[in-house]
């Protein structure tokens, strides 16, 4: 079974709406962080927000947020007010903590293009 | 300015030839990974290395070896056992607490072509 499923290959929207890029997860750990990369076409893997799976309250970060719903594994992105320097491929990831110890490996989801039209 | 540089941008080769891919980090950081993607997909670990002379396989290590003699450089070599190697390389590093909240930061990639 896949550990991070993003379900949208690709998602519009307009420039200055806000948009939500979905990133289901699967672990038995209760200890685990979640991240966002945006990677535009040049390639490079930025990061954006981290959640942890004990943290009460959704991450946020400037224009973008997180929609932590643990009980349904569930760590959507949001972003508001979209500019047009957001299109880009968007990755989902976790880290799960290994029994006894750090685990220093993180599972990337198959990523969702978004496009901002003008 | 602080950052990962990777070199060269973009590389070819042919096949049978063993090829090295460079990672440089200014961050002070002791963990380095190196990943793998295709198209379409997500990234794929490789290696990691969590301190100097130290490294492990990561999940698809086979065909390639690693080496991390400074804390700054973790080259990647693609060897002719690799079967498929065409693909963008990405090189990253963190702090290396190993906490949940160690966030792993990306140099711009080398994109290999085997011809």
């Known amino acids: 079974a896949q550990k991070i499923t993003q379900t949208q290959p690709g998602m519009f929207v307009q420039e200055k709406e806000a948009v939500t890029l979905d990133c289901t997860y699967d672990t038995s750990d209760p200890s685990y962080g979640l991240f966002w990369y945006k990677q535009p076409s040049s390639g490079e893997m930025i990061f954006l927000i981290y959640?942890?799976?004990?943290?009460?309250q959704n991450a946020t970060e400037g224009r973008y947020s997180l929609n932590f719903q643990k009980a349904r594994k569930s760590a959507n992105l949001v972003i508001s007010a979209s500019q047009l320097g957001d299109s880009a491929m968007y990755f989902c990831?976790?880290?799960?903590?290994?029994?006894?110890?750090?685990?220093?490996?993180?599972?990337f989801g198959k990523g969702t293009l978004l496009t901002v039209n003008p | 300015d602080g950052g990962i540089t990777q070199s060269p941008k973009y590389l070819f080769r042919k096949e049978g030839q063993n090829v090295t891919l460079s990672c440089e980090q200014n961050?002070?950081?002791?963990?380095m990974y190196w990943y793998r993607q295709d198209p379409g997909q997500g990234l794929r670990l490789i290696y990691y290395?969590?301190?100097?002379?130290?490294?492990q396989k990561g999940d698809i290590a086979e065909g390639y070896s690693v080496s991390r003699e400074k804390k700054e450089s973790f080259p990647l070599t693609v060897t002719s056992a690799q079967k498929n190697p065409t693909a963008f390389y990405l090189c990253?590093?963190?702090?290396?607490?190993?906490?949940?909240?160690?966030?792993?930061?990306f140099g711009p990639g080398t994109r290999l072509t085997v011809l």
């Open positions: 959640q942890g799976s004990y943290d009460q």
């Open positions: 990253a590093s963190s702090i290396g607490t190993g906490s949940m909240t160690d966030t792993q930061y």
């Open positions: 990831a976790m880290r799960e903590e290994h029994r006894g110890g750090s685990n220093y490996k993180l599972t």
């Open positions: 961050l002070n950081h002791d963990a």
């Open positions: 290395s969590q301190i100097v002379n130290d490294f």
